[in-house]
């Protein structure tokens, strides 16, 4: 029988990765609510460090948030914590012995790691502050490959790698209890994946973005901007039913070009389908159609529990809608510009009628980093903001990731609150968002090219 806190409550140490840092939290925090409990940090909380101890969870908790979570990499019962080796030694001293014993008998087997964050330590030195933990009553035998119990010592060098100190900011000592899914992004790359196209979705950023979504088995989740899948593929990884639709008939049916260097056509059983199967989740696929975002196509009510998408910023895809114009010479559809201040209010008025009462949409929306402020960010009656994460994409364009939780379902008065409230009104800076995104790039060459020395041509 495995020997864990179960239900008791002990302070836990989470190893953070190092990037996509603005996520972690937001990730952790919605991973936590799924089991009903809420994310307690320390008052000293610093939310870029790569070390956070968490306060009120059972052993049951961070398994099922380590179960899921692509931020963490490893989680810890802490035992003992202190800026020196003294106290460090005093904190373990303190722990209650109850709690240690039952991984420290002569039956057991056990091995202890030393990690260190922003510095790298010789062998010799590891096994010195190994040795140095002589005082604690280990009584079993030292296994370094198959050990019942894993225990280690961590270090914090600060984040600083131009200015590295002698000896670390903090140390943390504690029992393994589980590593995070920092492997689904190995497996899942989008270098590996059957059918991709020149905005797949980054397989880390995915799964993020379904964790946001508290995406859990037998949800129903809707793409309005599929692509070709990357976010279904890490909601069905999860046990949900996935369904899509795109304006895009070709990268619907998978026909046309390919995305791949050195492939000129793409090959028969190249679809989202294909995507799912090669990961074992084709049985969560629903389906996936070619519709216009802009237009109505769903029944009226409550379908989804989760809306996750990422629209097409008019940078390597258009924004485009359909409009009919019926006349004597013709009834094909005209395509036309779909304004970024419409697909996101469209966005929101769809999650706000077509999600479950407490359903997530989760969606990135482009910003020109200058002008940038939290006003620009869409806001809708029936949505309370979750979290709102930036990734950087130059120095003068980034774009953030939006969660947002539907909190009641759409009533009259809502109409008129929009009008009245320019915060739920269309933001009309977000179309210019493609030319100020290239004035940038034009802006650095032309900057670039004054400030290169000017090429003499050589003499034959």
Request: hydrophobic share 35%; proline share 6%; aromatic share 10%.
């Given at each position: 029988?495995?020997?864990?806190?179960?239900?008791?409550?002990?302070?836990?140490?989470?190893?953070?990765?190092?990037?996509?840092?603005?996520?972690?939290?937001?990730?952790?925090?919605?991973?936590?609510?799924?089991?009903?409990?809420?994310?307690?940090?320390?008052?000293?909380?610093?939310?870029?460090?790569?070390?956070?101890?968490?306060?009120?969870?059972?052993?049951?908790?961070?398994?099922?948030?380590?179960?899921?979570?692509?931020?963490?990499?490893?989680?810890?019962?802490l035992w003992g914590h202190g800026?020196?080796?003294?106290?460090?030694?005093?904190?373990?001293?303190?722990?209650?012995?109850?709690?240690?014993?039952?991984?420290?008998?002569?039956?057991?087997?056990?091995?202890?790691?030393?990690?260190?964050?922003?510095?790298?330590?010789?062998?010799?030195?590891?096994?010195?502050?190994?040795?140095?933990?002589?005082?604690?009553?280990?009584?079993?035998?030292?296994?370094?490959?198959?050990?019942?119990?894993?225990?280690?010592?961590?270090?914090?060098?600060?984040?600083?790698?131009?200015?590295?100190?002698?000896?670390?900011?903090?140390?943390?000592?504690?029992?393994?209890?589980?590593?995070?899914?920092?492997?689904?992004?190995?497996?899942?790359?989008?270098?590996?994946?059957?059918?991709?196209?020149?905005?797949?979705?980054?397989?880390?950023?995915?799964?993020?973005?379904?964790?946001?979504?508290?995406?859990?088995?037998?949800?129903?989740?809707?793409?309005?901007?599929?692509?070709?899948?990357?976010?279904?593929?890490?909601?069905?990884?999860?046990?949900?039913?996935?369904?899509?639709?795109?304006?895009?008939?070709?990268?619907?049916?998978?026909?046309?070009?390919?995305?791949?260097?050195?492939?000129?056509?793409?090959?028969?059983?190249?679809?989202?389908?294909?995507?799912?199967?090669?990961?074992?989740?084709?049985?969560?696929?629903?389906?996936?159609?070619?519709?216009?975002?802009?237009?109505?196509?769903?029944?009226?009510?409550?379908?989804?529990?989760?809306?996750?998408?990422?629209?097409?910023?008019?940078?390597?895809?258009?924004?485009?809608?359909?409009?009919?114009?019926?006349?004597?010479?013709?009834?094909?559809?005209?395509?036309?510009?779909?304004?970024?201040?419409?697909?996101?209010?469209?966005?929101?008025?769809?999650?706000?009628?077509?999600?479950?009462?407490?359903?997530?949409?989760?969606?990135?929306?482009?910003?020109?980093?200058?002008?940038?402020?939290?006003?620009?960010?869409?806001?809708?009656?029936?949505?309370?903001?979750?979290?709102?994460?930036?990734?950087?994409?130059?120095?003068?364009?980034?774009?953030?990731?939006?969660?947002?939780?539907?909190?009641?379902?759409?009533?009259?008065?809502?109409?008129l609150q929009q009008l009245a409230?320019?915060?739920?009104?269309?933001?009309?800076?977000?179309?210019?968002?493609?030319?100020?995104?290239?004035?940038?790039?034009?802006?650095?060459?032309?900057?670039?090219?004054?400030?290169?020395?000017?090429?003499?041509?050589?003499?034959?």
């Amino acid at each position: 029988m495995a020997l864990h806190c179960g239900k008791t409550f002990c302070q836990y140490l989470l190893h953070l990765a190092h990037d996509n840092v603005d996520f972690r939290l937001p990730e952790i925090k919605s991973l936590l609510s799924l089991r009903g409990r809420k994310c307690d940090p320390p008052e000293n909380f610093k939310e870029r460090s790569p070390f956070w101890r968490l306060n009120g969870l059972s052993e049951d908790d961070v398994h099922s948030v380590m179960s899921r979570t692509v931020c963490a990499k490893s989680a810890f019962e802490l035992w003992g914590h202190g800026k020196t080796a003294a106290e460090l030694k005093s904190s373990l001293l303190e722990y209650p012995k109850e709690r240690m014993t039952p991984f420290l008998q002569q039956e057991s087997t056990y091995k202890i790691n030393v990690y260190t964050f922003n510095k790298t330590l010789l062998f010799k030195d590891r096994i010195e502050k190994i040795n140095a933990l002589d005082f604690l009553p280990f009584q079993g035998k030292v296994n370094l490959k198959h050990p019942d119990h894993i225990f280690c010592l961590l270090e914090d060098y600060g984040l600083d790698p131009n200015d590295i100190p002698e000896e670390p900011f903090y140390i943390y000592f504690g029992r393994w209890i589980a590593d995070g899914q920092r492997e689904l992004i190995r497996s899942h790359s989008v270098k590996k994946r059957h059918f991709i196209g020149n905005t797949s979705m980054d397989a880390g950023l995915s799964f993020i973005m379904a964790n946001h979504a508290k995406v859990k088995p037998h949800d129903l989740v809707y793409d309005p901007f599929v692509g070709t899948g990357s976010l279904l593929v890490a909601c069905s990884h999860f046990g949900a039913y996935v369904c899509g639709t795109d304006i895009d008939y070709n990268t619907i049916h998978g026909v046309g070009r390919a995305s791949r260097k050195n492939q000129k056509w793409r090959g028969p059983d190249e679809n989202i389908r294909a995507n799912l199967r090669q990961y074992g989740t084709e049985v969560f696929y629903v389906d996936v159609m070619v519709s216009d975002a802009s237009k109505p196509v769903w029944r009226k009510g409550t379908l989804f529990d989760a809306i996750i998408t990422d629209p097409p910023y008019g940078i390597r895809e258009s924004t485009r809608r359909t409009e009919y114009h019926p006349s004597p010479h013709s009834h094909v559809p005209v395509s036309m510009v779909y304004h970024l201040s419409d697909v996101f209010a469209d966005l929101l008025n769809f999650a706000a009628y077509h999600l479950v009462l407490g359903g997530r949409l989760v969606y990135w929306l482009p910003v020109y980093r200058p002008e940038y402020c939290e006003e620009m960010v869409p806001l809708h009656p029936c949505l309370r903001l979750v979290s709102n994460c930036e990734q950087t994409l130059s120095s003068h364009t980034s774009r953030r990731l939006i969660t947002m939780e539907k909190t009641k379902d759409p009533e009259e008065s809502d109409a008129l609150q929009q009008l009245a409230n320019p915060r739920f009104t269309p933001n009309q800076g977000h179309n210019s968002f493609r030319e100020k995104y290239f004035s940038g790039i034009t802006k650095k060459s032309t900057a670039k090219a004054m400030t290169e020395p000017p090429q003499t041509k050589k003499s034959d």
